[in-house]
């Protein structure tokens, strides 16, 4: 049996690279792929590390769409089962998401997405926290297996 985990991160890796060394960071640099494969390689590492927060106040909001639009063409490439796990990872970022930090997208307070943090509830916490342990122990897994297989096996993306 294949490790996709180690699959997908080293598959991605390199999109990343062209994102933040060949680019400076503009995602612009990237075709719509690239973007959703340097965003979909961020999202995964930082959830398995230290959860859907630290994902989202490290990359902001472009980021986690770009992310999102990903997982939602890969669920739409997919069928029966496939595209069930794929929705489920999809909804999952999307419910965090609604519930934590969309109601700071136009709050004032709010200069750089790292000052979201002091306005996190206990609430927040635990609806991460959550993310993360489902993420982590079945959805994690599932994503790259299935972002590896849309973009390395079906597109043939390459850098």
């Given amino acids: 049996m294949e490790d996709f ?12 690279d062209k994102l933040e060394n060949a680019n400076g960071g503009d995602w612009s640099g990237l075709d719509e792929f690239e973007q959703e494969i340097a965003a979909l390689w961020k999202l995964a590492a930082d959830v398995y590390s230290n959860g859907f927060d ?3 106040l490290s990359w902001g ?5 770009y992310a999102m639009r990903g997982i939602k063409r890969i ?11 794929c929705n489920n990872v999809y909804k999952l970022f999307e419910s965090a998401y609604n519930k934590v930090f ?8 709010i200069k750089s ?14 609806i991460l926290e959550k993310t993360y342990e489902d993420f ?8 790259c297996e299935r972002a590896y297989e849309f973009y390395h096996d079906k597109l043939d993306k390459r850098v």
Avoid: Q
Avoid at 75 to 85: R, T
Avoid at 102 to 109: G, P, V
Avoid at 136 to 143: F, Y
């Fill in 5 to 16: 985990d180690e699959l997908w991160n080293a598959y991605a890796a390199e999109f990343n």
């Fill in 54 to 56: 630290e994902f989202f």
């Fill in 61 to 65: 909001h472009e980021c986690y769409s």
């Fill in 75 to 85: 669920a739409d490439a997919n069928s029966g089962l496939k595209k069930v796990g």
């Fill in 102 to 109: 969309a109601r700071f997208e136009n709050d004032d307070r």
């Fill in 113 to 126: 997405y790292e000052d979201i943090v002091r306005y996190l509830t206990e609430k927040d916490e635990e």
């Fill in 136 to 143: 982590d122990e079945k959805l994690g897994p599932l994503l």
